[in-house]
């Protein structure tokens, strides 16, 4: 014979079924938000009519005439001429070995033609003083009345020694 299960074994089968019901039993869905409705055109805009004004012409003055403005550049490459034919000059000064190739002067001259000063510069090279003071000698003997410079003219040069 076949035992009937207890009353408290009944209680349990029933209670997980309800559990597992309540775990399987399905959610209803969620509601769907309403779609706004689209906005309305905006108004018309007023359009005024446009307004015609008669401007009387300026009188405007003439334009200055342009400044001489290459008359700097054109007294520089005058003068950069002059020493171009002047630098075979500088051949006599005596070159030690490991002289720099190049050599760059800033030199001044003033409005009359006269040599104020001459910079020399070796590209970080250091010259040797006899060479140095023979160069800027000759340099300062430059005179370039020919030339007819305006005003004292500042002019940076670089000369190829050796050649």
């Known amino acids: 014979m076949a035992s009937r299960p ?3 074994g009944r209680w349990v089968a029933a209670a ?12 209803p869905p969620e509601p769907i938000p309403p779609v ?5 055109p905006p108004p018309p805009v007023a359009v005024a009519k446009p307004v015609t004004v008669k401007k009387k012409p300026v009188a405007r003055k003439s334009a200055p005439p342009p ?3 290459p008359v700097a550049s054109s007294q520089r490459a005058l003068l ?23 050599l760059g002067a800033k030199i001044r ?7 104020q000063s001459a910079t020399l510069s070796s590209g970080g090279q250091r010259l040797p003083r006899e060479l140095s ?3 800027r000698q000759h340099l300062l003997k430059w005179e ?6 305006t005003s004292d003219v500042e002019i940076f040069v670089d000369f190829a020694l050796g050649k």
């Open 80 to 102: 950069r001429r002059a020493m171009e034919a002047r630098a075979p000059d500088l051949r006599a000064c005596p070159l030690p070995p490991g002289v720099p190739p190049t």
């Open 67 to 69: 400044a001489p403005a």
């Open 6 to 8: 207890s009353r408290k």
């Open 36 to 40: 706004p409705p689209p906005e309305p």
């Open 16 to 27: 997980a079924l309800l559990v597992l019901l309540f775990w399987l039993w399905p959610t």
């Open 144 to 149: 370039f009345s020919d030339v007819g410079l």
């Open 133 to 135: 003071d023979c160069l």
């Open 109 to 115: 001259v003033a409005k009359g033609g006269a040599t």
